[in-house]
């Protein structure tokens, strides 16, 4: 799923957290393929938490980056 999401030009921000900016139409496709990729599957549990850019820039970010990407962290 991290590689699926990192396709739809999304970035991980913490080990099972993905933010970028989508259109309408992209956060359909993205919706659309994780369904596929979860068919089948028990105890799945995907949420997509729509922001406004006033919601997303009161944001507060504590600590350091840690970029899981790097760590082999899978999804």
Partial sequence: ???F????G??????????GDLTEGER???????RILVKGRE???IQIFPLTPASYNRRSVIGVEI?????????
């Fill in 43 to 45: 105890r799945v549990n």
């Fill in 10 to 19: 999304l970035k991980r921000i913490q080990k099972s957290a993905f933010l």
């Fill in 67 to 75: 970029n899981y990407d790097e760590e082999g962290y899978l999804v």
């Fill in 5 to 8: 999401l990192r396709g739809k």
């Fill in 1 to 3: 799923m991290a590689s």
């Fill in 28 to 34: 359909v496709n993205v919706e659309a393929g994780l």
